[in-house]
Nanobody, 128 residues
Framework: QVQLVESGGGLVQAGGSLRLSCAAS????????MGWFRQAPGKEREFVAA????????YYADSVKGRFTISRDNAKNTVSLQMNSLKPEDTAVFYC?????????????????????WGQGTQVTVSS
């Protein structure tokens, strides 16, 4: 069992930056692949970024590539999403997700159905 708690959301002007964090409780964090998703009002939940259990393999949605950076600290059981050059269309509730993947593996996942555990979400609002 893994419990996930996101933090770091807020209101920012276009062009600004935010850093989201996700704290995971439970054992064997280093065996979980992690992902960030977002959901805007009236839209489906969409993939943003993923990081494999090994911490080195990452993958991004085209819409955020070059602006967002995902990272993890297996010693602290945390995963972060650094968001730069934010745009109004980035406004959404951002969710952290986890799924078992094996110790230090390089697998990453991009579909919501791939993930087992979810946080409660944190609101990000970008004003124009």
């Amino acid at each position: 069992q893994v419990q996930l708690v996101e933090s770091g959301g807020g209101l920012v002007q276009a062009g600004g930056s935010l850093r989201l964090s996700c704290a995971a409780s439970g054992r064997a964090f280093s065996t979980y692949a992690m992902g960030w998703f977002r959901q805007a009002p009236g839209k489906e939940r969409e993939f943003v970024a993923a990081v494999a259990a090994n911490g080195r393999t990452t993958y991004y949605a085209d819409s955020v590539k070059g602006r967002f950076t995902i990272s993890r600290d297996n010693a602290k059981n945390t995963v972060s999403l650094q968001m730069n050059s934010l745009k109004p269309e980035d406004t959404a509730v951002f969710y952290c997700a986890a799924r078992a993947s094996g110790f230090y593996t390089a697998y990453y996942y991009t579909r919501p159905d791939d993930y087992t555990y979810w946080g409660q979400g944190t609101q990000v609002t970008v004003s124009s």
